[in-house]
């Protein structure tokens, strides 16, 4: 019987409510009172929320369960990319909105055999991540290549850290990242050391800063 | 049979080691009985050799072990009345002077048990205690028991001797060869297979103490009632000892030997002891051994094997976990299932501690409802084992805390069994959710029919983000058996998914997809976003404390 709050891996100590992946509403509990007569069926009323105290839109699972932080005009003009921070300390790394690669292009392939080896080739396995390769910030993820001539772009870590996973999907179907870069269309899954991420966290810009940097408010 | 009063009886019952358990002659009970023990006992005494006997008293050993020595067994070492002078008539056979030999007679503690078999002790902060009475060991446990509140209907009964006893055996035998090895019924009598300090001890305190604690001695009980002798020189003397003589592996273990001294220990010297040949052995230890004037030390130790008691909890806070969940010394959530239940049953059964076990867990902002879910808690050293009663009442009184936060259904106490009730149940175990879900555009009534078709839908979840930096990374594919959209009055795009899947479903991302970690999943499926708002366990299928 493994115990969701119990492990040996040293993110566990980041490990907050957030993790569990939900938004708090307060939604009026609807305990039973000690003197009803309990029956064995639940009250169904105990399922449905007040709609009154329930958001118009929500916020996304993204929103919820991650800090948003941002690389603009990494290594070169325009290749803004995003860098999800969840508390558990892994980094999903993805393109933001405004990098020039999804500018009125359309994305034709993404490649991850790029550098000594293809990304797309490391298996990582076990508790442990044995086989993650640990990459520096300017390593090459992937190249993102549009129907807009030849032009190709290079996508990196952004963080130091060790390489969990590339997103696959990506390799058939690339028009994900036109359709949701910043869902669907991530790139990778990193996970970098809590000094290395201190570090890193420095270079990168916070959704409000990166906002108005982009003018984006 | 009992001891018998032809000596080659005795012999021959020693030799193919029978424990006598016939009850026909009871020692010290009743008068009339009294009577037929003191023949036993003067039956017994004139079987054995007297000059030797005169000897071992001499050098200090008591009556109990000169029977032991001599392989004596069954109920005489119940009696009461093995003082040193049931060996008077030995004396006068002898035609000895009496005066040389009862110098040894009273005095000092046994130069091999060091007391144990003559029922002397010392405890900490106390007078010691020396008498030849049983009652007073059976007594001093009796009391022990009653004062830590234990209620026992069965026992069973451990000892531990200080390793020295086994030195000093060792010595009184080579010391016994040495003079009369020769002798014929060193030969005969002394080769049988004696009786251990330990057995007879529990021989000798068994039947008083069933009577004192109205209790049966049982091999297999649950309730251990562990006597620790400890006589701190003498055995740290015999560790100087095996240290010294013995090969690396014993250093250290005798290194880590303390005063008192475990059962690890006490092979590793009787180890290192049988290893020592007799020369070695006379040059290590004096034979005869030295007289003893202090007792052992007592430790009386009773435990009970951990009692189960088990159920299913409702959990109605999403501001509570399952276990006791800390960071940093920060606590998470307001309370927790594990200590909820725990601390209202720990009191009652009167437990040194409680362990929280269930089958699966949900996280903190999940509530449990529904059926509930079964666990088991596992109590430690129960002094008392509730009734069906005082079940009834536990169960009462967690249901009706001031803040109802969790709720026990069915509980009962189990014996071990109930750990694989729990864990039989487990394997086919399904799960029955209701999520609170929002989707990006309205609901039609065509969803709820795509939704409805879907049938035990194989669906491929990785290892979610939010628990991959602890899990392997892994492509993992659940069942989802069947999905039911209700809708919610007054709302186009909030509704209640009811679903039914796999155990180990991760939910929550089968209903955002997890950045399409998890395919597929309620977007992909409806072909819009999908958030989940909120979510609850409703049902944990399980053939266990339904």
Redesign the interface.
Known sequence: MEKEQKDEGYFDKTQTLKDAGMIEFSVPCHRPSSSEQRKEEEPHELLVPDLCSLPLTPPTAVDCNFTCYFAPDFMKPDHDQYVYRHPNGLCVIGLASTHVALKGNRVKTVDFNVGKSNRSEIKVSGKRKRNAQRFEPNTALCKVSTSNGDTSYIVRCCVKGSLLEVNERLIKQADLLNSSADREGYIAIIMPTPTDWIKAKNQLLSLEEFKKLRGLC | MAISNEKEEVISCSKVGVIVEAKEAQISTGPSEGEAADKIISDTVLSLPSHAILDLLSIGVCTRCIFRLFGVRGQIYWSSLLSPTIFAPLIQKSNGSDDEHSKGLESEFCSICLGILQFGFSKEKQNLVKSELINNVSEEIAKFIKQEGHEIDSFSLEVSIPPIILANERSVWLYLKKKYGSERWFEEKFHAEHVTVKDAFKLAITSSLETLLTAKSEISSSSRIRLNHTHSKASLNLEKESVENADGANVKRGAECSEQSNGKTDAAIQRSLSRLQDHAFCERFKSPPEKVNEPCKLEIICNRAPIYIGGRYLK???NV???R?L??DER??EASVEEIIGSNILPVCRGDNYKF?????E????RM??SGRPFLVEIQNARHVPSEVSIGEMEEKI??LRE?LV?VRNLQVLGSEGWTLMREGETEKQKQY?A?V?ISRPLEDEDLQTIASLMDMSILQ?T??????????LDREKIIHWMKIER????QQ?F?LHLCTEAGTYI??FV?????RTYPNLGSILKC?A??????V?DVKMDCFN
């Not at chain 2, 979610?464 to 990374?473: E, G, M, Q």
């Not at chain 2, 955002?512 to 399409?516: A, K, M, P, R, T």
């Open positions: 109605y806070s999403r976990s399952q276990s969940w960071i940093d998470k959530g076990h269930a089958a699966g867990r996280d903190i902002d999940v409802l529904g249901n009706n109802k709720r209701a609170l929002w990785k979610p983000v939010r628990v991959l930096h602890r899990r392997s990374p919610m009055v007054g709302s909030y209640l929550k991302e955002h997809g997890d950045l399409g976003r958030e989940i708002l909120q979510l609850d409703t």
